[in-house]
């Protein structure tokens, strides 16, 4: 036993250390850990480096950084705890293949550079890149098994030559890939690094490092002396093109060589041949499950990201002491579910988290206001093809021209407004394959988008939402604009912008396993290539009332069991809501804490062991998929979703809301560095700073402020450019007591900044008991679910913002109580959960399948069908395959999985 870890068996040795499988006792999970050798403990300058510089190490978390848990001494020893990681490494690869694929290679690349360029933007030089230190996940994929760990960052090298132990033998590097700069003691920093990450490539490319000897003084001679030799000259199939790369890569002097190690990645991409997409990774579930293509856009977002390169990474590390985590009051709202008993204290090690800004960049906006049903400027207004007489078709420009964000009037009517087939989703809840041109390359009919743009969420990735199927549209901002002069851009460093450009260009980055893309939350269909949403032609402006209470509901037929069957998986607990994950999980919120399930099959099922949270509701996951985020009590507990499989899981944080209570609702900020949460009990929403909070451990250290909203907020969400915040407050118990409720607009960078009433921009009547709210894939449309008004309502996203009296263009009648809603089909669909929470008897509890452009053209028939449910059905999430809709059904404790693919 060292330290509470069970030492199992040796896995590795080397001059400094031997690592151990070993079992984390404290919480049942097996971890890699690393012992030092005895004469490096024995120096007490080295143990107070080895801490420090094991800290800085544990901050930079990154998807292809093995992430460790806990660094430290114990009764004279110096450990290291980190992530096993099942499988081998890229050496053991080549041993027994030889030279890999290029297109494998360039994958393998992309993720160590990304890697190393968020290590470097911390201050932190690995100093021993290579094959043998890139460990494979054997568990990640089936189809892709290279998600690459990058291993042995839990001790940087500075620690050891700082403290003179050098002299022992051991040297900092291995030399067939050792920089000419490290051989000769100079200062060394990130191209050191890329010098290392260049001979490694060689190696995976050729079979060889590119100065192999017999001697080691003479491989030292060659790395600060001799040329690299040509890789064609033993890989013939390559293009020169490669050479060229790996000369810049590898020469004698770091200022020569490329700026950062994802530069190298991107040319080597390039000078390989190989096309945006190439060699893309497969997911599968824990259990098998189909595979799913992921775009590369999911590094890109992270490779970009750090004050050198764009978006931060989204989990912590713990690190140090550990804080003391006692759960808040009952819920009591009328939303709310029953309390059962807290747990007691927990224990957690405080962690920490990056602090990068990724804000997304904004366009000019241009002064004027929308006119009726035009696309809210902002949003994708551009349709599959041009109209004929428009050469640069609505909202656009020609070739040549530069295009304001709100330049001229969206699509008229009777044309198409939804997503179009081909074409870069834009932010919603389910990852797809992108059609993302090189440089100087616009598909027809597309906008030119500027290389160093990576769009609101960073080149291409998905961010988490609330609502909506993927956009498939133009990838710039979407959502309404305030017909106001335009608000500068914020400034992007100029690392990130170097890095959009090349990464855009050449999709260099893979989706990894540890992270991952939010699938869905609200809703979404992962169909490859969407299709566009049926032309629709709304009719003449006519103002809508918003519901008045009622009992009355909607009647519809019951659409037929063997078209849409469905199957109920019993869960317990009072679930609340759902979320699911790429990789085939997901996770049910019940009254006391989270269920995990396997949705990587037609019905799902549970795993893992029950972890216990009081009270919890609203569920989020982080865009990567590494934390979950549950609301509770007063405010957010954060899980990563690692440790809930198998679980039970501690919390990774808890952020608290000072006097706030009943909390209800989770929206994510792109690039997670900020969450929202509704607050029912105390009728605000709170403002957390996400990444902070992370960075600096639990209690109120991540708040910010609170928002003033209408009394009961439950619902919200974010639009798709990350630029408001809707919020539904006015559903009570029972919900004809309701009263008329509001839909409140929230300006998301008055919200972060300095949150208040201020921030509200716009607070509209939104009929009776207003409860959930989702936006439509391109940002125009939110959908509301008036709940004690039985109905669906729909408005002008631009509308809401520059004619509120008239931004209401829908209103759709339905069951008792309707709760959680979620779009399908490309936005064609809406299926709402008519919950008839309060059992005042009626229609009793159906979900409502809507046809949305029916709903547009206020057509009476919009509602085309119901489909059987259980009791209290709520929220709903999508399984990976895109088949199956996952409900919660409250009352009678079930998920129940519905088959979609045949839904009217």
Known sequence: MVAGYRLDEPIGRGGMAVVYRAFDRRLHRRVAL??????????????????????????????????I??????????????????????????????????ARVCDIVAQVASALDVAHSHGLVHRDVKPANMLRDATAYADHPDHIYLSDFGLSKRSLASSGLTSRGHFMG?????????????????????????????????????????????????????????????????????????????????????????????????????????????????????????????????AAGSPAAGTAPASPRPQGATASITPAQPASGPDSMPPEQAPGPVSIPPGDL???????????????????????????????????????????????????????????????AGPQPGLVPGPGDTPQPSLIPGLGDTPPGEVPRAATDPGPYGLGSVPPGRGGSPAATDPRPAGPQAPTAPRPARQRPWMMRRAGATILATCVAVLGTAGG???????????PRPQPTPATSHPAAVLISPPACTSQVAASRVLNKKTVPSH?????????????????????????????????????????????LQAAQGEALTHDGQYLLVAARDGITVFRTSDLVPGPAQPARVLTSPGGSDAKEIALAPGDKYAFLTLQGSN????????????????????????????????????????????????????????????????????????????????????CGPDRVITSADGRYVWLTSGGGNALLGYSAAKLISDPKHALIARVALGEIPLGLTMLHNDSVIVVANSNRDQLGGAGSSLAVVNVAKALER?????????????????????????????TNTESGEVQAIDITHLP
């Not at 700026?259 to 945006?276: H, I, V, Y």
């Not at 906006?365 to 009726?372: E, I, K, L």
């Not at 969206?410 to 198409?416: D, E, L, R, V, Y």
């Not at 893309?517 to 169909?527: F, I, N």
């Open 34 to 67: 690393k012992i030092l050798a005895p004469e490096l403990a024995r120096d007490r300058e080295f143990r107070l480096r080895f801490i420090r510089e094991s800290r800085a190490a544990a901050a930079v978390d990154h998807p292809n950084i093995i992430p």
């Open 69 to 102: 848990f806990e660094a430290g001494e114990a009764s004279g020893v110096l450990f290291i705890a980190m992530r096993f990681v099942h499988g081998n490494d890229v050496r053991t690869l080549i041993e027994s293949q030889g030279a890999l694929p290029a």
């Open 174 to 302: 291995t030399l067939n890939y050792v920089s000419p700069e490290q051989i000769e003691g100079r200062e060394v920093d990130g191209r050191a690094d890329l010098y290392a990450l260049a001979c490694s490539t060689f190696e995976m490319l050729s079979g060889e490092p590119p100065f192999k000897r017999d001697d080691n003084m003479a491989i030292m001679w060659a790395q600060v002396n001799a040329p690299p030799p040509p890789l064609t000259s033993r890989r013939p199939d390559l293009p020169p093109a490669v050479d060229r790369v790996l000369a810049t890569a590898l020469a004698k002097r770091a200022d020569i060589r490329h700026a950062t190690c994802l530069d190298f990645a991107t040319a080597l991409r390039a000078a390989c041949g190989l096309g945006p997409g190439s060699a893309e990774p497969r997911l599968v579930g824990p259990s098998g499950g189909t595979p799913r293509t992921v775009g590369a856009a999911g590094f890109a977002a992270e």
């Open 354 to 416: 990056p602090r990068r800004d990724t804000t997304p960049p904004e366009l000019p906006s241009q002064p004027g206001a929308a006119p009726a049903d035009a696309a809210p400027p902002g949003a994708p207004s551009r349709p599959g093809s041009i109209p004929p007489g428009d050469p640069a078709g609505p909202g656009t420009t020609a070739p040549g021209q530069s295009r304001p964000e709100a330049a001229g009037p969206g699509p008229a009517a009777g044309t198409a």
């Open 517 to 527: 893309y939010l699938l869905v939350t609200r809703g979404g269909h992962p169909h």
């Open 568 to 612: 109920f998986v019993k869960v317990g607990g009072l679930p609340f809501d759902v979320v699911t994950t790429p990789k085939g999980l997901g996770f049910v919120s019940t009254r006391g804490g989270i269920t995990a399930l396997n949705t990587a099959q037609p019905v799902p099922a549970t795993v893992g062991a029950f972890t216990p």
């Open 684 to 767: 605000r929403v709170a403002v957390f700073n996400l990444r902070r909070a992370l960075a600096s451990g639990s209690g109120p250290s991540g708040f910010v402020g609170n928002i003033p909203v209408n009394k009961d907020p439950i619902g919200l969400t974010m639009s798709p450019n990350g630029q408001y915040l809707y919020v539904a407050s006015g559903l009570a118990r029972p919900a004809t007591t309701s009263g008329q409720g509001t839909l409140s607009v929230i300006d998301v960078r008055k919200a972060e900044t300095k949150p208040g009433a201020s921030s509200v921009i716009k607070q509209i009547n939104a009929g």
């Open 859 to 887: 057509n009476p028939g919009a509602v085309v069908g119901q489909i059987d449910a259980g009791t209290t059905p709520r929220q709903f999430a999508l399984e990976p395959g895109g088949r199956t809709l996952l409900v």
